[in-house]
């Protein structure tokens, strides 16, 4: 059964959230623990469809997996098979992070090719680069990367053109096992990236410069599995800030990671919210009515192309005009003529959108393209006159964690309806 979620527009969110594992670390550790036989423990895993899709993935690679109470056991066996089937990595693109692991545990690995997605073309280029300067074959056979290194990774020195998350991660989890010394220049600076380091130190690899643009990797011969805990979803921590702000609202978000938004929260200042951090997590608390806000996505720690949808639903309702201009993902304003449909005044001109901010959007019914589009439609709903209707909603289970329960506990009349 197809779900939507149901919105009455007009509740300002008042209370408290508490914020999850972040899904975009959780399955690339998950995908990680492939590189150590034993079993690996990941902690403050987020309770969402996207961890259940890499424990099947991992299941199908041999693995036993046990997933339950934000925790997930990964049993990797000696000998993996290494092939990661379409059915799945159409589902979900982060199954592209088992290709690193694959290729420098089992010297093969065969991973569908994800595929255009609703955000853009996404390519894998930086990706396949990166493990051929490391030694691996790689050719593209009916649909999927084939890549082998009959003879092993031997670690190179790597400039990516772009600092991209996922090609970093792979390269990064291939180098772990590599013969020397690997640098990835222009690497990306996440805190996903760290996280998943900081996971690969504690099974015994030697990594240096995580957080900063150079990262430095000595190969070891073999891993030991261990036990982490996840950081924090900063998106879905932001996603809650903007919520407050375009409600008028006041949330505490607790477990938040208020050094990992820094961009975000001043924006969100300048936006006239009071932004006050506490012991566990970030409060939000507006007044009235936001004041429109320019911003340019970029690489963090620039403002996140993850958070999009959000700040363009905060100035559609905001007080004055703003630039949003999207310099990650060309394919991310899709979600904006969904706004259009809500009354948002909003105009597009290649990657920047300029828009008009009106004191309210009028409810329609609309669909979700991707997960944080998802999201933004949501809190859009809640900013309109009359009842919204967001189809799709299967995009936004991806990210949030109980996500209509979470506005129903801050005061809002959100439903899921199948
Ligand atoms: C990850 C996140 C996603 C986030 C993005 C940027 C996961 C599962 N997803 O996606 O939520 O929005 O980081 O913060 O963690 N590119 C190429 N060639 C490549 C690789 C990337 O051209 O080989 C391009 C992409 O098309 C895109 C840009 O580089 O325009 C950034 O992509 P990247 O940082 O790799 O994002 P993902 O890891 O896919």
Request: proline share 5%; with cysteine.
């Amino acid at each position: 059964m197809v779900a939507r979620f149901r919105i009455v527009g007009g509740a300002r969110l008042h209370g408290e959230v508490q914020i999850s594992g972040a899904k975009n670390s959780a399955l690339k550790l998950m995908a990680a623990a492939l590189l150590a036989p034993g079993i690996s423990t990941i902690r403050n895993v987020p309770d969402i469809a996207d961890v259940d899709i890499m424990a099947e993935l991992l299941t199908r690679l041999g693995c036993t997996v046990v997933h339950g109470a934000g925790e997930v056991k990964i049993t990797v066996p000696e000998k993996l098979s290494h092939r990661a089937e379409y059915d799945l990595v159409r589902r979900m693109r982060a199954s592209i992070n088992v290709l690193g692991p694959l290729v420098a545990r089992m010297k093969a690995a065969e991973v569908a090719l994800p595929g255009g997605d609703a955000i853009g073309s996404r390519g894998l280029d930086f990706h396949i680069k990166g493990l051929e300067a490391l030694g691996a074959q790689i050719h593209n056979e009916h649909g999927y990367v084939i890549a082998t290194a009959p003879t092993g990774l031997s670690g190179a020195e790597i400039v990516l053109d772009f600092p991209s998350v996922g090609a970093t991660e792979n390269i990064m989890t291939a180098a772990v096992l590599a013969k020397g010394v690997t640098t990835i220049d222009n690497a990306a600076r996440e805190p996903d990236i760290v996280d998943l380091g900081e996971f690969l130190i504690a099974m015994g690899a030697k990594i240096e410069g995580l957080g900063s643009p150079k990262i430095t990797i000595t190969g070891v011969k073999e891993l030991s599995p261990t036990t982490h805990e996840t950081i924090p979803d900063r998106i879905v921590a932001g996603t809650w800030a903007f919520a407050a702000a375009m409600t008028q609202g006041d949330i505490t978000i607790r477990g938040a990671n208020a050094s990992h938004l820094e961009v975000p929260l001043e924006k969100l200042a300048s936006a006239g919210a009071v932004v006050t951090t506490t012991t566990d997590g970030i409060r939000v608390h507006m007044e009235n009515r936001p004041q429109a806000i320019d911003i340019a996505t970029l690489p963090y720690p620039g403002f996140p192309t993850d958070l999009q949808p959000m700040v363009i639903t905060l100035n559609a309702i905001a007080v004055g005009d703003a630039i949003v201009t999207e310099n990650v993902f060309e394919g991310r304003f899709m979600f904006v003529n969904e706004l259009i449909r809500l009354g948002a005044q909003i105009n597009i001109d290649g990657h920047h959108a300029a828009i008009r901010g009106i004191l309210r959007l009028s409810a329609a019914p609309v669909v979700a393209t991707d997960i944080r589009a998802g999201a933004g439609l949501v809190l859009a709903g809640l900013v309109s006159d009359g009842i919204t209707f967001v189809d799709d909603a299967f995009h936004v289970d991806r990210g949030y964690p109980n996500f209509a329960e979470q506005l129903q506990a801050l005061g809002a009349d959100v439903t899921r309806v199948e």
